[in-house]
């Protein structure tokens, strides 16, 4: 059994993951704040998909997961920021947006409900 120290965990825990898990709960993708895909967790369940089924879930979760991250960013570079002027919040938003490329929460979690209710639709 591989023997960890202190260090490794409190690093561990350091680390900011933005996940995403399908409603079936068969994938779920964890992103870094950075874009960087960390983990894909797959359950028994996905053994009832094919092959390209189960990549075309993975990007799908993975994509999502991507954005989920850059709206950490875009939170994390706009925390405290709430004394500035509104000429300076819209250049702000404006580098943050388009210079950047960062998704904003909002839109983060509209692209989540938008594939859930597509991919996930049942025909009730």
């Known amino acids: ?3 960890h ?3 490794d965990h409190l690093e561990a825990d350091a680390v900011q993951l933005f996940a995403v898990t399908n409603p079936p709960q068969t994938v779920s993708v ?3 704040i950075d874009r960087g895909i960390q983990q894909v967790v797959l359950s028994a ?3 009832n998909m094919s092959e390209s089924e189960l990549a075309d879930e993975i990007l799908a979760l993975a994509d999502l997961a991507r954005q989920k991250g850059l709206a ?3 939170t994390l570079l706009t925390e405290g ?3 500035v002027g509104e000429d300076d919040r ?3 938003r404006e580098l943050l947006e388009v210079g950047m490329d960062l998704s904003t929460p909002e839109r983060a979690a509209a692209a989540q409900a938008e594939v859930f209710a597509t991919r996930y639709a049942t025909g009730d």
């Open 81 to 83: 920021v709430s004394d």
């Open 72 to 74: 950490g960013q875009y």
């Open 90 to 92: 819209e250049a702000l």
């Open 1 to 3: 059994m591989p023997q």
């Open 30 to 32: 964890s992103a870094l």
């Open 5 to 7: 120290d202190d260090h």
């Open 45 to 47: 369940a996905v053994t």
